[in-house]
Structure formats: structure tokens, C-alpha cells
């Protein structure tokens, strides 16, 4: 029997840009802040030629508020990607519940499809609901963190419509932080089975720079670490990662970045291991960044080969309304976007080599 890889990836209302954001993630206080009651985006059939087909668009997304009970509820979709198949959309029910300053208090979501069984006089079917459940201490700092996975399996009598309804939960894990005076977290301590253990752990100079990050086994033994290292301006200027594998009293050098700064663009360079078991395929990535923390350009070295990418915008009254990646193999992708008269993400549009390939649409109330 063939495996085949699955990747999911969940559609999100925002494309994230490091000047003005084209559109918010859509929280409990975006709502507000826009004064939007709700949210939708569809994408758009397109023909071969990259013009609009007639028939129906497909949700992509559907978000809206609930003032009275702090609460934002919809759909989503994610893509599952298959490498030998066809990839398809799922959609999922979901329901975040927040408090009056905007933290989010539990996040629940469960499939929109479910499968009717029919076996010995009964109808049965499952939900299986995701759950996440917040807590905070009172400098709004994140105390706890439960993930839960809820079984529901439901039988009804096909005479009688009796239905019987088993409820359990899966294997929660519950994570949890502690922090020093200065709000910065010192420790990650995770829980499963009812066994706690020290997962990730922080350490700070006397400057209340992070010099060291280090992670855990469920036995607390050292995994993996990183240290920190700062210029005379307090900018990183270098990163060290160790492989980890400290429980085999081996642990061996994983990667390196440095940082070169300028008025105009800050220069990331990792420089990978690719030696070890646990190499990486890249020996080398350099990516640049503009002042505004703009993805400028990008390369990938292998021993052998270099994958390389230009970004350039357009930006019009603080609002991106063109992005263009230019690949070395001279592919040219360009994303377009254009805003409603609230300044809001109107439409989204995707080009590869000047024919339109993806069209998102945008709607509000």
C-alpha cells in the first residue's frame, strides 16, 4: 500500500505585509475597529485565458460578531494538498469566544461534513470538535493553553428516534508559562497523560536580552539549544542552533544566522549543517529585508544549484496594491489588490507570467 503525503492549509482573510496590513486576521477587535458585523471571501472561477467563468464562486471564508456575547463565528476552508492526486477544498465550522479587552478565551472548531453509518436498527454518525482554551494573568500575559479534542458519537434508534450520545475527549494538552518581572517568558512547562514536564526554557543578561533558548525531552533531559548575540546597538547580530540530541551526549552545531544592518535593509544569512543525520538540503540562505521589514530578495544555495527571488511593491496611501516576485528561473508572479471605499481588501487577483491564475473576492456588512 502507497502512503502519499497530505498537507493541509487553512485559508485566512489576511495577507500579512510588514507596512499597512492588506486586511486584518478579523479578531473580536477588528470587527470592532472597522465597525464590520461580518466578513466573506469566495474565489472565483476562472478559464484557462484567466477570465471570470459563469457559474458558481466557492466560499473561502465567512466571519461575523456577535457583540452581546463577544464571540466571532463562521467557516473556513482549508486545502489539502495531495503530492500524487488532486487536491480539495474542507471546510470547517468554527466559534472564538473573547474577553472585553480582546484576549481570545476559547477557540472551537469541527468539520461541516459528517458521515451517517447504518448498522443493526441504529443511524450513527461522529463530530470530532477541536477546542482551545485560554487563560491569562492580570498583565494580559498568557498563563495556560489547553488544546482538546472532543469525540461525539451519536445513535439514533431508527424506530423510535431514541438517540444516544457518547462524549469524550482525546488526549488534552495543557501548556503552560511562567514569566519574570519584566513580563518575558522564563519557562514552558507541557502537560499530557497527566505527566508535566519542562518543555522550553528562556535566559536573559543582565540587559533583558534573550541569550538562551533551550528545549526539553518529556524526560527533561536537553534537546536543543540557541544562543543569542547582540551588537553595540542591541540589534541581533548572530544566532547559533544546536542539532540537539544532547540525550546522546552528542550534540552537534545545526545552523547559524547573522544579521548585517543598514539604513536601508537588514541582510539575514543562515549557513546550514549538511553534514550530520540530521542536515538540512540547503547549505546556505541569505534573504534581505527593507526598512519597513519588506521581503526584498531571497536565495538558496545546494552544493550544486541557487534558487533565487527579487520582490518589489506598489504601495498607494499605505495600502499595498502591487507585489511582484521575479524568479531566476525568470518566472515573474505578480499579486494585485484593490480596496473598497473603507479601505478595506476589495478583490485580490494572482498573475504568473501575465495570465491571472487566482481571483479572490471580498465582501462586507
Not at 213 to 240: M, P
Amino acid at each position: 500500500m502507497k502512503i502519499f503525503p497530505i498537507y493541509i492549509l487553512t485559508f485566512l482573510s489576511a495577507v500579512t505585509f510588514s507596512q499597512t496590513s492588506n486586511e486584518p486576521n478579523w479578531t473580536y477587535s477588528d470587527f470592532i475597529e472597522n465597525n464590520i458585523k461580518k466578513v466573506s471571501s469566495y474565489s472565483i472561477p476562472l478559464k484557462r485565458n484567466g477570465k471570470i467563468k459563469r457559474r458558481d464562486s466557492t466560499l473561502l471564508l465567512t466571519k461575523q460578531v456577535d457583540m452581546d456575547s463577544n464571540t466571532v463565528f463562521g467557516v473556513n476552508s482549508s486545502l489539502v494538498v495531495v503530492t500524487h492526486g488532486d487536491s480539495y477544498l474542507t471546510w470547517n465550522r468554527f466559534k472564538d469566544f473573547y474577553n472585553q479587552k480582546g484576549l481570545i478565551l476559547k477557540e472551537t472548531s469541527s468539520s461541516l461534513e459528517t458521515t451517517l453509518k447504518k448498522e443493526f436498527g441504529f443511524i450513527s454518525y461522529d463530530v470530532n470538535e477541536g477546542e482551545i482554551i485560554y487563560e491569562y494573568d492580570n498583565q494580559n500575559n498568557l498563563l495556560r493553553k489547553e488544546f482538546r479534542t472532543i469525540n461525539n458519537h451519536y445513535s439514533i434508534h431508527k424506530s423510535t428516534k431514541d438517540t444516544f450520545h457518547l462524549k469524550s475527549i482525546y488526549r488534552p494538552q495543557i501548556y503552560e508559562y511562567v514569566y519574570n518581572l519584566d513580563n518575558n517568558k522564563l519557562k514552558q512547562f507541557i502537560t499530557v497523560d497527566s505527566i508535566r514536564y519542562l518543555n522550553i526554557e528562556w535566559k536573559y543578561d543582565q540587559e533583558k536580552r534573550l541569550v538562551e533558548w533551550v528545549s526539553y525531552t518529556g524526560e527533561e533531559e536537553i534537546h536543543t539549544k540557541r544562543y543569542y548575540f547582540y551588537d553595540n546597538q542591541n540589534r541581533l547580530k548572530k544566532q547559533v542552533d544546536s542539532t540537539g540530541w544532547y540525550i546522546y551526549k552528542k550534540p552537534s552545531w545545526n545552523s547559524t544566522k547573522t544579521y548585517q544592518y543598514s539604513p536601508n535593509a537588514t541582510a539575514e544569512t543562515i549557513t546550514y549543517n549538511t553534514e550530520t543525520g540530521f542536515g538540512h538540503f540547503y547549505k546556505k540562505e541569505i534573504t534581505v529585508y527593507d526598512s519597513n521589514n519588506n521581503l526584498i530578495s531571497e536565495c538558496k544555495f545546494t552544493e550544486g544549484t541557487r534558487e533565487h527571488s527579487d520582490h518589489s511593491y506598489k504601495w498607494e496611501k499605505g495600502k499595498l496594491i502591487e507585489k511582484t516576485e521575479t524568479n531566476l528561473d525568470g518566472q515573474i508572479v505578480v499579486q494585485k489588490f484593490i480596496y473598497n471605499n473603507r479601505n478595506l481588501l476589495a478583490e485580490k487577483s494572482e498573475y504568473q507570467n501575465g495570465k491571472r491564475i487566482e481571483l479572490i473576492r471580498y465582501y462586507y456588512k
